[in-house]
């Protein structure tokens, strides 16, 4: 699997001082210093800033950072992004440094949701100081997973998986708009896996492609959760869905609405894939809880 993690995420804001409360007071990431002084960076783990928000006249996503092997597994990927005529473009040696990689690309996949490719991240040896949190899981595991829209559910599933090496885990239907005659019609909402995280990305075709839904953080414990959820009363931050346990990575969590829009999951005790099974298909999201409250303004 040649993409091994989801690495870090960029965002663009008009409130960035909503992103502070946010990430660092409700979140419990551990803000720290970057090269650009009117961004926010955000720490989770002995990885560089895992988030990092910067001004901008309107919210939205920047870069989904994907970590690889090396260079040559860098190398080859470009190659395969290439073939399918999609332009892809250097990192510059400002941009690696603020981002504290040895080397990166940028392209958009074929939604235009944004993504780079990086690797050689130079680790910070000084403890994530996060008291809100007990610790987040991350390691081989990433920092998450992104669930992002995309115009055309099949060619989005092919470049995910075949060019950057995704497998798909298990997919849930989901309806949409009837068809002309009236006729009930369902998207394909696909979970793509690259490591034994149960799903890194999601892609669900929907009007508004190359958006992000939401991304999650997965605590070390369920008193994690519970603690967040507890903050989220205390600062205000408005519950999208309650707390619940998912059917496809066994998740415990809740969903909140960010500064940005779109939503963000805090879980727990999320499934790990030791070994590959068929792709199979869930019927519910939930095998309790999950009850929407407020929606995102995606």
Not at 10 to 34: C, I, K, Y
Not at 132 to 149: A, D, E, I, Y
Not at 249 to 258: L, R
Not at 280 to 290: D, K, L, N, R, V
Request: net charge negative; hydrophobic share 40%.
């Amino acid at each position: 699997m040649p993409v091994r993690s989801l690495g870090y995420l960029r965002f663009g804001s008009d409130d960035l001082e909503g992103w502070r409360r946010f990430a660092g007071e409700f979140l419990g990431l551990m803000e720290v210093r970057g090269d650009d002084a009117d961004s926010a960076y955000f720490r989770m783990d002995d990885y560089p800033p895992r988030m990092v928000v910067s001004p901008a006249a309107q919210n939205g996503v920047e870069a989904i950072g994907l970590e690889v092997l090396d260079g040559s597994e860098l190398a080859e990927l470009v190659e395969a992004v290439e073939r399918t005529g999609t332009k892809v473009a250097q990192l510059d040696a400002v941009e690696c440094r603020d981002r504290r990689i040895t080397e990166g690309v940028r392209f958009d996949d074929p939604s235009g949701n944004k993504l780079e490719l990086f690797w050689g991240v130079a680790l910070s040896h000084s403890p994530a100081v996060t008291p809100n949190v007990s610790g987040f899981v991350t390691g081989n595991q990433g920092m998450g997973h992104v669930v992002l829209t995309v115009s055309d559910g099949a060619a989005a599933f092919d470049f995910y998986t075949k060019v950057l090496g995704f497998r798909g885990r298990n997919t849930l239907r989901l309806p949409a708009a009837p068809a002309e005659d009236g006729s009930p019609r369902f998207e394909t909402l696909w979970f793509l896996g690259c490591n034994p995280r149960h799903h890194t990305v999601g892609i669900l075709p929907m009007d508004g492609p190359g958006r992000l839904v939401h991304f999650m953080v997965e605590g070390a414990a369920l008193d994690d959760v519970g603690r967040a959820w507890d903050r989220a009363e205390k600062l205000n931050v408005p519950v999208m869905q309650t707390l619940g346990r998912h059917t496809n990575d066994q998740m415990v969590s809740f969903y909140v609405i960010s500064p940005g829009g779109f939503a963000v999951e805090f879980g727990y005790d999320g499934l790990r894939v030791t070994e590959e099974v068929p792709v199979y298909e869930i019927t519910e999201g939930a095998f309790w809880g999950h009850k929407f409250i407020n929606f995102p303004s995606l």
